[in-house]
């Protein structure tokens, strides 16, 4: 059994609630839900952790290295300026899974810039709630074919 962390950024605590018409109306508990049922599946544990703060979403990789096998992050405004986050991935050996609710590509331009792409594995973006099931997949399909 292997642990797969999914990290969410900041706002992310407000899903449910904010822009319904871009995120949906699914909670972040909801969507945490769904990620820990895929780990289960595959026979993984699923820890979650969000924050609103830039360091410690830092910590938190930091004190993935080492423990867990892929890091799931949605770092959510941070994924278009935070380099100190595109630098704290770089530093986990692990497979990394960028994730977005929304398509950023189809959305304000600010928003096609990713700084932490460079340094996943994949990314999937645009897929709503099943975006959450899909991309705890390809991280344990990533995963087993890493070892
Ligand atoms: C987001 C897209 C980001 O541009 C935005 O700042 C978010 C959420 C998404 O999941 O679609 O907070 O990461």
Redesign the pocket.
């Known amino acids: 059994m292997a642990t797969i962390l999914l990290l969410s950024?900041?706002?992310?605590n407000l899903l449910g609630e904010r822009e319904p018409d871009i995120?949906g109306t699914v909670s972040l508990s909801d969507l945490v839900a769904i990620a820990t049922d895929a780990a289960t599946a595959h026979g993984h544990k699923l820890e979650h952790f969000q924050s609103n703060h830039e360091g410690e979403l830092i910590d938190a990789i930091h004190g993935a290295r080492g423990r867990c096998a892929a890091i799931v992050i949605?770092?959510?405004?941070f994924?278009?300026y935070a380099y100190a986050i595109a630098d704290a991935l770089a530093t986990f050996e692990g497979t990394k899974i960028e994730l977005?609710?929304?398509n950023?590509h189809t959305?304000e331009s600010w928003?096609h810039r990713s700084v932490v792409s460079a340094y996943v594995t994949g990314i999937v973006?645009g897929f709503g709630a099943n975006g959450y099931r899909l991309a705890i997949e390809a991280a344990v399909a990533a995963t087993a074919t890493r070892n």
Request: proline share 11%.
């Open positions: 950024g900041p706002n992310l995120y949605n770092p959510g405004a994924t278009h977005h609710l929304s950023t959305r928003r973006a």
